[in-house]
């Protein structure tokens, strides 16, 4: 049992793994799931196509071309926060009441 995380929902999902390989052979509703009992959109199955996908990003990435470009180079998880960071607290420290942030 695991959930989705196409959306907030978070919708029960159920995989089924190939015990030789170890790679997911199967994603389909969680019916035991209190919530969606066992109903999902197309985006939970579609679930085992991400989870595979050659062009996953598996690492935080930063730009080093211009925007468009599509240039890009892989960074430190830390890195990645130190940017996060010096955009987010200049705002919070301007008026923490106009910060939201979503993930």
């Known amino acids: 049992p695991t959930s989705c995380f196409?959306?907030?929902a978070?919708?029960?999902l159920l995989c089924y793994f190939n015990q030789?390989?170890?790679e997911i052979d199967k994603i389909e509703g969680n019916p035991e799931h209190p919530a969606s009992r066992g109903r999902n959109c197309a985006k939970g199955p579609?679930?085992?196509n991400q989870v595979y996908d050659p062009e996953r990003v598996m690492y935080p990435m930063?730009?080093?071309g211009e925007r468009g470009?599509?240039?890009f180079e892989e960074i430190s998880w830390d890195e990645a926060?130190?940017?996060a960071e010096s955009w987010l607290r200049p705002l919070r420290e301007k008026d923490p009441e106009k910060l939201a942030f979503f993930t």
Request: hydrophobic content about 25%; some cysteine.
């Open 6 to 8: 196409n959306c907030e």
């Open 10 to 12: 978070g919708c029960g």
């Open 20 to 22: 030789e390989t170890g």
């Open 46 to 48: 579609a679930t085992l």
């Open 62 to 64: 930063k730009r080093v």
């Open 69 to 71: 470009e599509g240039k």
């Open 81 to 83: 926060f130190d940017i």
